[in-house]
């Protein structure tokens, strides 16, 4: 017997155990079937599961399981990404903490720390790892993700590094991978370069300094230029102004000479200098800013690297600025152009400073010798294969955007200064020749035929990008570079889910090194989800401290509560506003199937061995027949759209409102009553009908449906997940029966409608009058007249001929008018004057929001959730005001 509350946590654990302790998880490489794919976007190991996971995983996971339940193999591919930086600092956090520092360049021991060198700090992060780093892969079971858990891989297990070292050898040898000297992103605190995704911009109240550079040759004449970052101008080589400036026109060519330094430095002409923003004139840094590094290979103007690895100012700056720490300099440098008389104003201005965000400094763009993949190339493949349609983004709209990245791509930096990560496999040898070879062995035979002798060999000592392992993830953990059954039967993947902040930094570079060593895309769909914000619409932070956390989502209100609403919210191309409220909402659904479950069990509704749904006789049961039928398609559709909020509101729609409010309703009196063939029919129907929507469910709430799968009937020869998706026909469809029963339903809502309008109280029996009524309404209210009366609370039901009676309101259904008598249920003169009044205060409501939404100001100056949340308030305000004048017009004339 199905308990009277419904437990999601006792649910939750105990079928998550049978699912994957029975293998319904597991993929066959041997099976017949048509193969389904998706690729996990591998969570740092270092991860627990936030609001981005929960949405990302809950679509792949609603994916899985419906192509499961359609017959194909279905692989889920599991695993975890190393997370280079972020792992190194969670295991450096806990030594430290025991007094163990790490024996590299800028960091110091005392006397109260020890130091560990790169292999033993790298068998630490293992130890770590085995200890600590399942904890995502736990927290994705209570989600209920169905991943194919024994082929999970990690980006740093033997097989992916394998594949790693390989495609690394041979882009290098292709001439695509190759050493230079370019700027970076550097971080100080944590000395390596970091990936734009690791920068965060921060809104900072800094200032805007002008500094007058005097041109050489001409007496007190100056070139002003402004600068947020003053101690960076002692590396200035340049200064640039725009070519068809008419104010600097007949300095080009010309000199100044860069106080503090006494450095000659061009002025030269470059479209990059904007004669509108500051004085027009721009000084040019090329080793400490990327669009002057860009302006200075135009120009051939000189890189002057004036920071060491910890943003000190080093040798190649005066001697006064040696050794100070940036800020200090800034203060410095400051203080000597004013000195000077060379700073011409100082203006407050806020600006956006790159950040680490990581170690949370400001990073420097630092010029450094890295290693680098020609992009460019790499990217021509993939761009051809966007736009031959053979990967399509959905919304498409987000192709443009790949296109806009791929077609401007720049050099991509893959090495970083840490230990934790794929080593670089490059030796040097003692004259600095470099050996780039998949093992040692292999770099000191490669340096033996080159030396003619054995020499002593240097390793690199970089590791590589996080993303570039990462790059390969379709088809290493698939086997590659060996020609397994699985990269052979799963790859091109069918489909991959993930969110817009990483189209280039990982769907990008998937797709170049897809097409280089597979020749395939490695992906057919790519389905960009939405932003999850808050209830406001604003970004969640720690900071703001609006962070959800989805496990005390799961432990309040269960994982299908949580999975419906992601799925309900994610509408294509709109950002999620998450609040708890709909969750909870959610949770009251599951409720509601629940007791539905509940009241059929006790109704004596259990599935008919041999039941044809197709054979049943009564309309109210036809009618339902044909409703699953129509609701399975459009699932399909929806599915296949990548729709998924309309998949949940349909879902939503069909069961609480078909399925619950209507059917179980009309079908109460059947088997209260007393004719056995009617009942046993509708018994069988209503299991059926509840087996189906448990089956149309099950991809988006896997807990409940399959606990009520169980109940229902303790045996069936197999669990839900593993059951086939229903299939339906023409032979399921009565338009006849969804004609009538589609009628009843209009009829009782449009009185209820009235009722709700009017204050009628929920306890008054009113009648309806009916007036124009054709032959086949006659039939149909004396078919279900006893159903309409009970369910609008009628007292009667009459036909009339002539006009109703003053005091009734009116409404259209078909032929028919429809008349409700309200004299003496309502103070109809009071119902006006109540009316009148909520329309001109919505009315009122509606002209201030307008008007603030009419104010330019407001609209460039306000947060952009703020405008949408009253633009919302007038379109709330707008529907419930034409309510209100329809419920108004239905009395007027009474």
Request: with cysteine; hydrophobic share 45%; net charge negative.
């Amino acid at each position: 017997m199905i308990e009277k509350t419904y437990r999601p946590a006792e649910v939750e654990a105990k079928h998550y155990q049978r699912w994957e302790q029975s293998g319904a998880f597991a993929a066959d490489p041997t099976s017949a079937r048509t193969p389904y794919t998706i690729m996990i976007p591998p969570p740092n190991v270092t991860g627990s599961l936030h609001m981005g996971h929960a949405l990302t995983f809950t679509i792949q996971d609603i994916l899985i399981r419906y192509h499961r339940m359609q017959g194909r193999d279905a692989l889920w591919q599991p695993g975890t990404d190393h997370a280079g930086i972020a792992t190194q600092m969670v295991v450096e956090r806990q030594l430290a903490e025991q007094g163990i520092v790490l024996d590299r360049p800028g960091v110091v021991a005392d006397a109260n720390t020890r130091t560990v060198g790169r292999e033993a700090f790298i068998a630490k992060v293992w130890e770590w790892k085995a200890e600590s780093g399942g904890t995502i892969t736990r927290q994705l079971r209570r989600l209920g993700a169905s991943l194919d858990w024994p082929r999970e891989r990690f980006t740093m297990d033997e097989g992916l590094s394998a594949a790693v070292r390989k495609v690394f050898v041979e882009l290098y040898r292709q001439g695509l991978i190759y050493r230079d000297k370019r700027l970076v992103n550097w971080d100080p605190k944590l000395h390596t370069a970091i990936s734009d995704l690791e920068v965060e911009q921060r809104e900072v109240k800094g200032h805007l300094w002008h500094f007058r550079y005097p041109v050489k040759g001409m007496a007190d004449t100056f070139v002003t230029v402004a600068t947020t970052r003053p101690e960076t101008m002692l590396g200035d080589t340049g200064v640039a102004v725009h070519p068809e400036d008419a104010r600097f026109r007949d300095l080009v060519g010309k000199h100044v000479m860069l106080p503090l330094v006494g450095r000659r430095i061009p002025i030269v002409a470059d479209e990059y200098a904007d004669p509108e923003t500051g004085t027009g004139a721009v000084k040019i840094t090329p080793a400490h800013d990327f669009n002057d590094f860009e302006v200075g290979r135009r120009h051939h103007l000189q890189a002057i690297n004036i920071f060491d690895a910890d943003a000190r100012l080093n040798d190649a700056v005066p001697e006064p600025y040696r050794g100070l720490d940036r800020y200090a300099a800034r203060d410095k440098v400051v203080a000597d152009m004013d000195a000077l008389g060379l700073l011409d104003k100082v203006e407050p201005h806020a600006h956006a400073v790159p950040h680490g965000d990581r170690s949370g400094v400001a990073i420097e763009p630092w010029l450094t010798d890295q290693w680098y993949v020609d992009a460019a190339t790499l990217a021509k493949p993939a761009i051809e294969a966007v736009e031959s349609g053979r990967t399509v983004f959905v919304p498409k709209q987000w192709e443009s955007t790949f296109f806009e990245w791929m077609r401007n791509i720049q050099p991509w930096c893959v090495s970083r200064q840490l230990w934790w990560g794929h080593q670089v496999p490059a030796w040097y040898g003692p004259d600095g020749a470099v050996f780039v070879e998949p093992t040692e062995e292999e770099a000191v035979a490669a340096a033996r035929a080159h030396y003619g002798k054995d020499v002593a060999l240097r390793r690199d000592a970089d590791v590589l990008d996080t993303w570039f392992s990462s790059a390969l993830w379709p088809f290493s953990t698939l086997g590659w570079p060996a020609a397994t059954p699985e990269l052979a039967r799963y790859y091109p993947t069918d489909v991959l889910v993930t969110g817009l902040d990483i189209i280039f930094f990982w769907v990008a570079r998937m797709m170049m090194m897809g097409m280089r060593f597979m020749g395939d895309v490695p992906f057919r769909t790519v389905y960009i989800h939405a932003l999850i914000r808050d209830a406001r619409g604003q970004k969640m932070s720690k900071s703001k401290g609006n962070v959800i956390d989805p496990l005390d989502l799961i432990d309040r209100f269960g994982s299908d509560a949580l999975r419906f609403t992601l799925a309900a919210l994610a509408a294509p191309g709109r950002d999620i506003k998450l609040a708890e409220s709909r969750v909870e909402g959610y949770r009251n659904f599951a409720t509601k199937l629940w007791n539905a479950a509940r009241y059929a069990q006790m109704n004596g509704c259990s599935p008919a061995e041999g039941f044809d749904p197709t054979a049943a006789k009564l309309t109210a049961n036809r009618w339902i027949v044909g409703e699953v039928a129509r609701l399975a398609r459009r699932l399909d559709q929806e599915v296949a759209a990548y729709r998924f909020n309309d998949v949940a509101n349909a879902l939503y729609q069909f069961a609480w409102g078909t399925f619950c409010d209507w059917y179980l309703e009309f079908t109460k009196p059947i088997l209260a009553g007393g004719d056995a063939a009617a009942q046993a029919e509708t018994r069988a129907t209503t299991a059926w009908a509840l087996d189906q929507l448990l089956h149309l469910l099950h991809p988006v709430m896997p807990f409940i449906t399959e606990e009520l799968w169980e109940q229902l009937a303790p045996s069936r020869p197999g669990p839900l997940i593993t059951a086939p998706w229903p299939r339906f026909d023409e032979r399921h469809d009565d338009a006849a029966a969804a004609a009538e029963m589609g009628w009843v339903v209009r009829l009782v809502s449009e009185i209820r409608t009235v009722r709700a309008e009017m204050n009628v109280p929920a306890g008054a029996e009113i009648p309806l009058l009916i007036k124009d009524a054709g032959a086949e309404t006659q039939r149909r209210l004396a078919t279900h007249g006893e159903v309409i009366r009970r369910l609008a609370r009628l007292s009667a039901i009459d036909a009339v001929a002539g006009d109703p009676p003053r005091g009734a309101a009116q409404a259209v259904i078909e032929e028919a008018t429809i008349a409700l008598p309200l004299a003496g249920i309502i103070d109809l003169a009071r119902e006006r004057a109540r009316l009148g009044r909520e329309v001109t205060k919505l009315g009122e409501e509606i002209a201030r929001i307008e008007k603030k939404l009419g104010n330019a100001d407001f609209i460039a100056k306000a947060p952009e959730e703020i405008v949408e949340e009253q633009r919302a308030r007038a379109d709330a305000a707008a529907e419930a005001k034409a309510k209100l004048e329809a419920a108004l017009a239905r009395i007027a004339a009474a």
